[in-house]
């Protein structure tokens, strides 16, 4: 099983600020996702990141994902109260058959 | 997209007894997975729901633990069998869709909030 580690656990931002969560595995994944969930639902899926190096941009989020596709990081810039919630990446093993492994998931709060 | 419904959304169980959560699915999706998530944490893995046959469990899942069933493309089924307080968690079912270009899509749904006395 390929460990993936998420950090922070937990950020606490006030509206307008920027910040960054980051993933990261010693471990190859052939495509990596990112999802949000908010109380009482499920995770939704924001994006998923294929190539080493590539940057996907969402509006205000920049995903990016590193070049030996072992890691990725999620940019939230001027963060806004509706960007709460908790956010997690999930990784592809190769061969899965679509099984994630999902990594810890950091609990951001953007306060007004 | 899929949209994907649980029932029931909560419970309240005793030890020792039963509960069977259903996944229905709007679209037929490839592969099902079923998850195990406590608030604010990270979800865990619990089996592959295969159509027809018998779930791929992950390690630490048993069959007489977590009987699954998925009889068509579309709904399936996980029971919690002689319940404990440390199955007290929140579970949830995924479907994949297959997209256009290759691109895979996994969706959730809500989850099931089991509380076990």
């Known amino acids: 099983t390929q460990l993936l580690e998420q950090s922070p656990q937990f950020l606490s931002i006030q509206e307008g600020e920027n910040l960054t969560v980051y993933c990261n595995s010693s471990s190859v994944f052939s495509s990596l996702q990112w999802y949000r969930q908010e109380p009482g639902e499920g995770p939704v899926l924001l994006v998923t990141v294929v190539t080493g190096g590539e940057v996907k941009k969402l509006k205000r989020l920049t995903f990016q994902f590193g070049d030996a596709r072992k890691d990725s990081s999620l940019h939230i810039t001027a963060a806004q109260t509706g960007d709460t919630g908790l956010y997690l990446c999930?990784?592809?093993?190769?061969?899965?058959?679509?099984?994630?492994?999902f990594g810890a998931g950091t609990q951001v709060v953007v306060t007004p | 997209s899929a949209v994907i419904s649980q029932k029931p959304s909560r419970d309240i169980c005793q030890r020792g007894t039963s509960l069977t959560i259903q996944c229905q699915v709007d679209s037929q999706v490839t592969m099902m997975f079923w998850y195990r998530q406590q608030p604010g944490q990270s979800l865990t893995l619990i089996a592959t729901?295969?159509?027809?046959?018998?779930?791929?469990?992950e390690s630490g899942f048993v069959i007489d633990k977590f009987p699954i069933s998925r009889p068509n493309l579309t709904f399936s089924t996980l029971t919690v069998s002689n319940m404990s307080p440390e199955d007290s968690s929140i579970y949830l079912c995924?479907?994949?869709?297959?997209?256009?270009?290759?691109?895979?899509?996994?969706?959730f749904g809500p989850g099931t909030r089991l509380t076990v006395l």
């Open positions: 729901a295969n159509q027809g046959s018998e779930a791929t469990y």
């Open positions: 999930a990784g592809d093993e190769t061969d899965s058959w679509g099984k994630l492994q």
């Open positions: 995924s479907g994949i869709l297959v997209g256009t270009g290759g691109t895979d899509t996994q969706y």
